[in-house]
């Protein structure tokens, strides 16, 4: 996809992955802010850092197991005991269908659907998703989620994509900023005990814009940096500014727009090798929160019959 300004994003269809993203600095110069891997086999082999859409339920379920209308359905158990990001074989392994769209005034766009057969990975329904990318001349990239299913089933999607806005090194330098006051603090295993915290007074507490890496030794032991899922402040909007990224030496800065009400914050903690550092891009996962299949007070995942699923999420890109 490419805009009127110059901007580029490629995306394939297997994972619906974003393998680059060119966005200017405050000279003008285009530099690949997404991380990606330079051959399709690396993505084959399970490339860690794939920008891909992830489902059918992105982040974790406690014990790989949830029940529905009195039946318990059984998940891989691809996270020590816990499922995650929709099992061994979830929609970022899926060679997806590239879709025609409708022209789009000042944007140009992409479909891209997938029908996840009921049984798969252990999920109830046949469930049919499409994912849009459309790149704006203002140098947004919009990516609208719609699905819809034959029986009751969780669903919680994301986009998984690494940003480094200095395209390369570390984000330790990023200075972040998050329209969240709350958080769902985890267990040893990242699994939510369903309080609902606030950040106020620890490392988490971005409401007032901090470099990345500044409070990162203050996290608690085992936390080598952050992944986190933060309450986001809806208040009835449809559609809020969720974060904001700043690079400080390119002036490039990142702005995500989402009607999720969560968003995971994670640090690359586990990259490195294959040209990457540790905390060499971070992640702003949209999303619904973790295992809420287990928690009735957190926002529903449950995507009934009839019912159509929307979700939109902008990555919205300048300089100064």
Same mark, same amino acid.
């Given at each position: 996809?490419?805009?009127?300004?110059?901007?580029?994003?490629?995306? @394939?269809?297997?994972?619906?992955?974003?393998?680059?993203?060119?966005?200017?600095?405050?000279?003008?110069?285009?530099?690949?802010? /997404?991380?990606?891997?330079?051959?399709?086999? +690396?993505?084959?082999?399970?490339?860690?850092?794939?920008?891909?859409?992830?489902?059918?339920?992105?982040?974790?379920?406690?014990?790989?197991?949830?029940?529905?209308?009195?039946?318990?359905?059984?998940?891989?158990?691809?996270?020590?005991?816990?499922?995650?990001?929709?099992?061994?074989?979830?929609?970022?392994?899926? /060679?997806?269908?590239?879709?025609?769209?409708?022209?789009?005034?000042?944007?140009?766009?992409?479909?891209?659907?997938?029908?996840?057969?009921?049984?798969?990975?252990?999920?109830?329904?046949?469930?049919?998703?499409?994912?849009?990318?459309?790149?704006?001349?203002?140098?947004?990239?919009? @990516?609208?989620?719609?699905?819809?299913?034959?029986?009751?089933?969780?669903?919680?999607?994301?986009?998984?994509?690494?940003?480094?806005?200095?395209?390369?090194?570390?984000?330790?330098?990023?200075?972040?900023?998050?329209?969240?006051?709350?958080?769902?603090? +985890?267990?040893?295993?990242?699994?939510?005990?369903?309080?609902?915290?606030?950040?106020? !007074?620890?490392?988490?507490?971005?409401?007032?814009?901090?470099?990345?890496?500044?409070? @990162?030794?203050?996290?608690?032991?085992?936390?080598?940096?952050?992944?986190?899922?933060?309450?986001?402040?809806?208040?009835?909007?449809?559609?809020?500014?969720?974060?904001? +990224?700043?690079?400080?030496?390119? !002036?490039?800065? @990142?702005?995500?727009?989402?009607?999720?009400?969560? /968003?995971?914050?994670?640090?690359?903690?586990?990259?490195?090798?294959?040209?990457?550092?540790?905390? !060499?891009?971070?992640?702003?996962?949209?999303?619904?929160?973790?295992?809420?299949?287990?928690?009735?007070?957190?926002?529903?995942?449950?995507?009934?019959?009839?019912?159509?699923?929307?979700?939109?999420?902008?990555?919205?890109?300048?300089?100064?």
């Amino acid at each position: 996809l490419r805009n009127q300004s110059g901007m580029q994003v490629k995306i @394939m269809a297997y994972g619906a992955t974003i393998t680059e993203l060119l966005a200017p600095d405050r000279q003008g110069s285009w530099t690949n802010v /997404v991380l990606g891997a330079r051959s399709f086999d +690396v993505y084959q082999r399970g490339f860690p850092a794939a920008a891909a859409v992830v489902g059918r339920y992105a982040n974790r379920i406690a014990k790989a197991r949830f029940t529905l209308r009195g039946t318990e359905y059984r998940l891989a158990a691809n996270n020590g005991p816990n499922h995650i990001h929709g099992g061994v074989h979830g929609f970022a392994q899926a /060679v997806w269908r590239a879709e025609s769209t409708p022209t789009q005034a000042n944007a140009a766009a992409i479909r891209l659907a997938y029908t996840s057969k009921d049984g798969e990975e252990g999920y109830p329904g046949n469930l049919k998703v499409t994912v849009t990318y459309a790149l704006t001349d203002d140098n947004q990239l919009q @990516m609208d989620y719609v699905a819809v299913t034959d029986k009751a089933t969780p669903l919680n999607l994301t986009s998984h994509a690494y940003f480094n806005l200095a395209g390369g090194g570390d984000v330790l330098g990023h200075q972040l900023w998050l329209a969240a006051d709350k958080y769902t603090p +985890v267990d040893d295993q990242l699994i939510p005990t369903g309080e609902i915290a606030t950040v106020s !007074g620890t490392p988490l507490d971005f409401t007032v814009p901090a470099l990345i890496g500044a409070r @990162m030794d203050q996290l608690k032991p085992g936390f080598t940096g952050y992944d986190h899922n933060f309450v986001l402040h809806h208040e009835g909007k449809a559609r809020i500014l969720a974060a904001r +990224v700043v690079e400080p030496e390119s !002036g490039r800065i @990142m702005e995500v727009h989402t009607t999720e009400p969560g /968003v995971q914050f994670y640090t690359g903690n586990h990259l490195g090798g294959g040209g990457f550092v540790k905390h !060499g891009g971070f992640c702003l996962e949209t999303q619904h929160f973790p295992d809420s299949v287990h928690h009735a007070h957190f926002p529903s995942v449950i995507l009934e019959p009839g019912q159509i699923f929307q979700s939109t999420t902008i990555y919205a890109f300048s300089a100064k």
